[in-house]
């Protein structure tokens, strides 16, 4: 198991291009959240998948921002049209059914210029 | 809805020192309670838990109690060293397997 895999580490993007960003999550882990972490932060809520059904989204994510998890393995985060205040640590974690710990990948930082 | 409010930094300590790290939260119900550690540029690490009322969290050294009464979460570490230079994030799930709720993160320096 080599823990949470995120890729690429690191994007720059033009403003106005579409971004996509994969999260592979430990392979017993059924559940998969992502976060978006700004300079200075704490990370804030984005998304949460139990298997492949997406349970819960929070306001942040606009209509510019879509995730799945199509086989409920690992997860895609797109973002159309980005913004230059879509510049952020994406984190993507994930966690077994039931009370277990919060496992979080390295991150994929996205630059918008 | 829940919050995690955590001491402002950043705290700078020297080797040794003996280190607290405040956290206090608001949540209905019984959340569980994480101190996450993220050196520069890479993810987070769960550093230790709790999962209810006047449990301690430990490892590496560091410890923290689960305060119902006064709904706290605070770090300690008895002797520090420069190994420990990081951010510290407390945080929050209001049940089992629900998003995490962060605060907004203390960053600690430790001088030798």
């Known amino acids: 198991d080599t823990g949470v895999s995120q890729n690429p580490r690191h994007k720059i993007t033009k403003r106005g291009q579409n971004v996509t960003f994969r999260c592979d999550p430990i392979s017993e882990h059924n559940r998969l959240y992502w976060y978006r972490q700004t300079l200075g932060q704490g990370p804030e809520f984005l998304t949460y998948f139990q298997n492949e059904a997406q349970l819960e989204k929070s306001r942040l994510l606009s209509d510019r921002f879509s995730a799945e998890r199509p086989k409920g393995s690992f997860s895609t985060l797109e973002i159309q049209r980005t913004e230059q205040g879509d510049s952020a640590m994406y984190l993507c974690a994930s966690s077994p059914q039931g009370a277990g710990g919060y496992t979080f990948g390295s991150g994929t930082r996205l630059t918008v210029v | 809805g829940n919050s995690v409010t955590q001491m402002e930094g950043p705290v700078t300590l020297s080797e040794e020192a003996f280190l607290t790290i405040n956290c206090t939260y608001t949540?209905?119900?019984?959340?569980?309670l994480f101190w996450y550690v993220q050196y520069p540029g890479e993810g987070l690490q769960l550093l230790l838990k709790?999962?209810?009322?006047?449990d301690k969290g430990s490892n590496k050294g560091f410890e923290a109690t689960y305060r119902k009464e006064t709904t706290s979460f605070h770090l300690e570490k008895g002797s520090v060293q420069v190994s420990d230079s990081a951010v510290y994030f407390c945080?929050?799930?209001?049940?089992?397997?629900?998003?995490?709720?962060f605060g907004e993160g203390t960053q600690l320096t430790v001088n030798p």
């Open positions: 949540a209905t119900g019984y959340p569980s």
């Open positions: 709790a999962t209810k009322a006047d």
């Open positions: 945080a929050l799930s209001a049940t089992s397997g629900s998003r995490l709720t």
